[in-house]
């Protein structure tokens, strides 16, 4: 089963702007982690934050993490044609494999010129 | 190529056949995952190897799907008896230590 939601499910949005997607999640967690999706392939690591951690930055991509309400979001700042992608959070547990990673329902960004 | 392979990338399965899906993760990675992405959704974990041993197992979703990596390094994912609720997208994924996964392109698996 999922682990959360994300919303939106879909974000259309021209080259330039901002994208904000966000994530929420229903157990505790070690880390968060967002990946990026292209049509036809794998997954790709973007970033990932901590549980004592609140907010990163990579590039042009930032990340907030709320561990009090369980959720996430991930800004992604003068998006490019080549952002478009899906974009997953992903969560590993504190019990189990610690490592297994437990995926959101993914945000499609659509970025136009 | 120092990525993750996945063979083949499509199949084509009449119900009732058997399959079997081969991942090759980048060399050296002890941790080897499965994951199972259906249509829209994000990928659902099904199994989990540390070298050769299957420490997890616990996201298979029937005793048809069977997994293996027998010297710790390729891995094969084999599903009996298809159902047609086995359509799905295979994904590989390894990783070095705890947290970051490579993925590879994933075997699209079609049953009819």
């Given at each position: ?21 966000n994530c929420s ?89 | ?41 994000g990928p659902e ?35 009996q008896r298809t ?30």
């Amino acid at each position: 089963s999922q682990q959360g939601e994300e919303d939106p499910q879909a974000l259309s949005i021209q080259e330039g702007e901002n994208a904000t997607m966000n994530c929420s999640y229903k157990t505790s967690i070690n880390n968060l982690q967002w990946y990026r999706q292209n049509s036809g392939r794998g997954l790709v690591h973007l970033i990932l934050i901590r549980s004592n951690e609140r907010e990163k930055h990579s590039g042009r991509l930032r990340v907030t993490l709320d561990t009090s309400k369980k959720s996430s979001s991930l800004l992604i700042t003068a998006s490019r044609a080549a952002d478009t992608a899906s974009y997953f959070c992903a969560t590993d547990g504190l019990t189990g494999t610690a490592s297994k990673l437990t995926f959101g329902t993914g945000t499609r960004l659509q970025v136009t010129l | 190529g120092a990525g993750v392979s996945q063979s083949p990338r499509y199949k084509v399965a009449k119900r009732g056949q058997d399959v079997a899906l081969r991942c090759d993760p980048i060399s050296g990675h002890v941790s080897l995952f499965w994951y199972q992405q259906a249509l829209g959704q994000g990928p659902e974990f099904l199994t989990y190897f540390q070298n050769e041993a299957q420490l997890d197992k616990s996201g298979l979703p029937s005793d048809r799907f069977f997994a293996e990596r027998p010297e710790g390094s390729v891995s094969t994912l084999k599903i009996q008896r298809t159902q047609q609720e086995d359509s799905a997208v295979y994904l590989c994924a390894s990783s070095s230590h705890a947290y970051e996964q490579y993925f590879g392109p994933g075997t699209r698996l079609t049953v009819t």
